[in-house]
């Protein structure tokens, strides 16, 4: 019989289905068994997984999509290294850090990423799927005792060996430590490199704030330079490109590679750019996504990427996606000759401490004008005029209907299904909609979830379905890609440049992802000046001419993949790379 990986959900509502109807459906319960039987204490369902044979009747009738059901590959004939309840995801392996090498982490959302990261800094223990006599640590390093992680694991339960972890929920940092951000850098700076690291990651005007009041970005740098400023051996970090804008993320990759000549280090991390240029070494974690996630053999940053867009691991001769992921040539090179949806003309907006200076631009139908540049430069405060939420300084913008997508997003009631039919109105029920934009989102599984409840990617996939479900002349998107993971990231910009050609729209979308940016965009805005003193923009620019801009800014250049066009930074000081900066081609021919 084929072994199964059940996950129950959240989602079960015994009262309102029908009298448990996943009960008196199953075909084992029907022979005198109990495969599916209710809880006494909380009176939801629970599954036998010893019993279920996966016929997924139960998963076909549950009217809340409550029951997960996924045959396991034959190969996973072993316990799991963790799992947390019955009937809940399991993770079946674990990454292995190297000394002298940055391992980095690919995968998608809800497969096991952080839970490894967390086992390995020592949060979580494996219990091999014994939730309720986990063993004991001596029994933990006695099961690897014939693998690399045994030593790793016996000196870490031995305290013989330091790790420096950043977690990915870095919002939660002001819940743990409270006061001032110069004191808590002054209580973990243990290498004596505080005030380096503070220059880096541009955290000097910060420094006499409280922790409470950072931003995203700033709390991002400000975990990562207590992550690098610890002494350790072993250096876990995950996620460390969210909330930073493209030049924050090359500095930090830069400082991160820096420790990997005496460390070890780990890095989860969808932004593929950012991957590629901070890893020595790879792997894989393939899955089901809340079901179960099992992480591949290590292999080369180029060959690891490649194959996890092909969708199969020669290696471990397992096909876990059953399509390609392609950067098309046409995706970068489309040129848009359309009519004029709307102009602006040159404005200024003052601050008490800064200023944007905006110089005239025009939106066409069918385009999408792509918005890029550090932090604290204003191009927030441009969508937010051009949408009406904020009024210029000088100059006289006028008013368009705008469906705005904010950059800081937040959950409200009601299910995901209300707020689309509610937004999307009559068309939700339209073919287009449901193929174009509920299915490449992936929308579909999560429309009886309340919103509230969602994940930061699901969450984002949603409010940017809002935005194009809402009746406007110009879409702006602020960072639609922001905890989306790889996948999810190229179909989002698919989603939004279809859209955008389909219902001739202008479209602008801000995003600090450059491949992101480099598959979606037809035209460019750069944003230069001093972050938090002074933002500039000159007129919009031919998508060459900007990428080339901001990849000068950036000092790195760019080269595409001869397997898939995938865009790759060029090694510093290679030979590409020498010979497209003598030419001044930053951007690649």
């Not at 059940?6 to 109990?34: F, H, S």
Request: charged share 30%; aromatic share 8%; glycine share 6%.
């Amino acid at each position: 019989m084929t072994r199964v990986a059940v996950v129950k959900k959240e989602k079960c509502n015994p009262k309102a289905c029908g009298d448990y109807l996943c009960v008196r459906m199953c075909p084992i319960n029907r022979t005198g068994k109990e495969c599916i039987t209710k809880n006494p204490i909380d009176k939801k369902i629970v599954i036998d997984e010893k019993l279920c044979t996966g016929c997924n009747i139960c998963v076909n009738r549950c009217p809340f999509e409550a029951i997960s059901i996924v045959n396991l590959p034959e190969k996973l004939d072993q316990d799991p290294i963790i799992r947390f309840g019955q009937n809940t995801f399991e993770l079946f392996s674990l990454p292995i850090p190297k000394h002298n090498k940055v391992v980095g982490i690919l995968g998608k959302n809800g497969i096991g990423k952080s839970t490894a990261l967390s086992i390995l800094s020592n949060q979580f223990k494996p219990n091999f799927g014994n939730f309720k006599n986990p063993p004991l640590e001596k029994d933990i390093t006695h099961r690897f005792s014939n693998s690399e992680l045994g030593d790793f694991l016996k000196n870490l339960y031995e305290n013989k060996i330091k790790i420096s972890y950043k977690p990915q929920r870095i919002e939660l940092l002001p819940q743990y430590y409270k006061g001032k951000v110069k004191d808590l850098i002054e209580k973990v700076d243990e290498k004596k490199i505080s005030e380096r690291l503070i220059n880096e990651l541009q955290l000097n005007n910060v420094l006499n704030r409280d922790i409470s009041e950072l931003s995203g970005g700033e709390l991002q740098r400000l975990a990562i330079l207590a992550c690098l400023a610890k002494k350790a051996q072993f250096y876990f970090i995950d996620e460390p490109a969210s909330f930073l804008d493209v030049t924050q993320r090359i500095k930090a990759a830069r400082l991160i590679k820096e420790l990997s000549k005496d460390s070890a280090v780990i890095v989860v991390e969808h932004d593929l750019a950012t991957l590629d240029y901070i890893s020595d070494e790879l792997q894989i974690v393939y899955g089901v996504p809340a079901v179960y996630g099992i992480f591949s053999q290590t292999k080369s940053t180029r060959r690891g990427i490649n194959e996890y867009l092909d969708g199969y691991l020669p290696d471990d001769n397992v096909r876990f996606r059953d399509y390609k992921i392609k950067f098309s040539e046409a995706a970068f090179s489309r040129d848009v000759q359309k009519e004029i949806e709307y102009e602006y003309p040159a404005f200024n907006k003052e601050f008490n401490d800064f200023i944007l200076k905006v110089s005239e631009g025009k939106l066409h139908k069918g385009e999408v004008l792509a918005i890029m540049g550090a932090n604290g430069l204003g191009k927030t405060t441009f969508l937010k005029i051009l949408a009406g939420l904020e009024t210029p300084t000088n100059g006289n913008v006028e008013k368009v209907k705008v469906s705005y997508k904010p950059q800081y997003i937040q959950s409200f009631d009601g299910t995901v299904e209300e707020v689309l039919r509610k937004t999307a109105k009559l068309d939700f029920e339209s073919g287009w909609y449901k193929q174009n934009i509920l299915e490449k989102l992936n929308l579909h599984s999560i429309m009886k979830n309340e919103v509230k409840n969602l994940s930061g990617g699901e969450l984002q996939k949603l409010f940017v379905a809002l935005a194009l479900s809402t009746d406007a002349k110009i879409i702006a998107l602020d960072e639609p890609s922001a905890f989306v993971d790889v996948e999810d990231r190229l179909k989002v910009a698919e989603v939004i440049k279809e859209f955008t050609i389909k219902k001739e729209v202008a479209t602008i979308v801000v995003d600090h992802d450059v491949q992101f940016i480099d598959y979606l965009a037809d035209s460019m805005l750069v944003f230069e000046g001093v972050p938090g003193k002074e933002g500039f923009v000159l007129s919009p620019l031919d998508k060459r001419t900007g990428m080339n801009k901001v990849l000068k800014l950036l000092d790195i250049t760019y080269r595409r993949d001869k397997e898939n066009n995938r865009p790759r930074i060029n090694k510093p000081g290679s030979q590409l790379d020498e010979l497209q900066r003598e030419k001044g081609e930053y951007y690649y021919s």
